[in-house]
């Protein structure tokens, strides 16, 4: 028997993918930045055992059994054997495979990269594969191939057919910004109306805005983008970053028909966001939004304390949830809000209860191997603990 167990960070794109030139291999219109979060925040973890015992191959996902027969899950299983030494007994054994995210599943928050990443990492693990493997994981979830590195990550769209060089690189590792900090403010966890995967594909199909976003526009906001990232150039880094998100959602409403990921609560944030950034002349705090209503802030520390604050007055707490199941991650400044913030900027609360939970956390590291058999998400037997 061999058992092996991973974690691995989701990413949140700061230059989006969007759009796919081939749907099966899953390759990319354009390149796509993004950061890797905390494992010790945010993170999928993924137990596979290969054992001689086992009679099938089994998979199981948030204490659910799925079908072992999706076609991204056999391609990335598929890839990995291919590059593995057939003499190795493992090669021979049924595995059983048992991943469960700490975030919500399918509600906008990166739970399909972080989830291939980790089913990725932890396969090579098992089948004693050295090298790149951001190619095979990208065949389980376009954005996947991002959360095999750490740090600040770049996928490149490639210009083979057969996808061979459209892999993952890393831009800056994780302790390379170490001043910046991401706030998720999560407005709905439920499951998505438009999966990501058909509203691209809608998208190809559909929006004219898209070709002139992939052959115009990426390719010199990427190199901007690297460049923000490197020389640690916030300013620069902010306006792109939501430009960027500006973008992709009005190419989702250029799809026909078309995908609306953004709520009320989402443009609210947005405006708030354009608000805090105007009375404090220059940008200091960047939002984007992926396919879902959820934002995504990034800000440098200096910046948390005051603009927490600014979010709980517009965003109130309800008063009937407990601070730790509210505040999640690092441990939030908790500052009175300035009268003078509240009057400048005419800050007037929204209901209680607009925001589900608030995430803080930062910039972390890729795909780790957890070595204590505790951590196992399965019993010897290959079937989970619980």
């Known amino acids: 028997m061999k058992i092996v167990t991973c974690v691995a960070p989701v990413n949140i794109a700061v230059i989006k993918y969007w759009g796919k030139r081939d749907e099966n291999l899953i390759l990319p219109i354009n390149d796509s930045i993004s950061a890797s979060l905390s494992t010790d925040i945010m993170c999928a973890k993924t137990t596979i055992m ?7 191959n089994k998979f199981w ?4 059994e799925q079908t072992f027969d999706s076609p991204r899950l056999s391609n990335c299983i598929k890839a990995i054997r291919a590059r593995c030494d057939e003499t190795l007994p493992q090669f021979n054994w049924k595995i059983s495979i048992c991943s469960e995210n700490n975030f919500p599943t399918a509600a906008g928050l990166a739970s399909s990269a972080a989830g291939y990443a980790c089913l990725v990492h932890a396969l090579a693990q098992l089948y004693e594969i050295k090298g790149e493997i951001s190619d095979i994981a990208r065949q389980g979830s376009g954005s996947a191939c991002r959360s095999i590195y750490g740090g600040w990550v770049q996928w490149h769209k490639g210009d083979l057919p057969t996808g061979a060089d459209s892999i993952a690189t890393q831009i800056a590792p994780a302790d390379h910004w170490p001043e910046m900090r991401i706030i998720v403010l999560v407005v709905n966890d439920c499951r998505k109306k438009y999966s990501s995967t058909s509203g691209m594909k809608t998208t190809t199909e559909t929006s004219t805005l898209v070709k002139f976003r ?7 906001r990427a190199k901007a983008m690297k460049k923000a990232i490197e020389d640690k150039d916030y300013e620069s880094f902010a306006e792109i970053t939501m430009k960027d998100s500006n973008q992709m959602h ?5 799809t026909f028909p078309p995908c609306v990921y953004m709520n009320d609560t989402s443009h609210a944030i947005a405006n708030l966001v354009h608000s805090y950034n105007e009375y404090k002349k220059g940008q200091k705090v960047a939002y984007t939004f992926d396919a879902g209503p959820n934002a995504c802030i990034y800000l440098l520390q200096s910046e948390v304390e005051q603009f927490i604050s600014v979010v709980n007055h517009v965003f109130p707490k309800p008063a009937d949830i407990d601070a730790v199941e509210y505040y999640r991650g690092l441990t ?14 005419n800050l007037t609360p929204h209901d209680t209860g607009v925001l589900k939970y608030i995430i803080y956390t930062k910039v972390g590291g890729g795909p780790q191997v957890l070595g204590d058999p505790s951590e196992h998400l399965l019993q010897d037997n290959g079937l989970p603990k619980q």
């Open 50 to 56: 290969a054992s001689p015992l086992l009679k099938e």
């Open 61 to 64: 996902l948030n204490g659910r």
């Open 214 to 220: 992939a052959e115009s526009v990426v390719n010199q």
């Open 250 to 254: 009005a190419i989702c409403l250029d």
């Open 332 to 345: 939030l400044p908790n500052k009175q809000l300035d009268k003078k913030i509240v009057d400048d900027l």
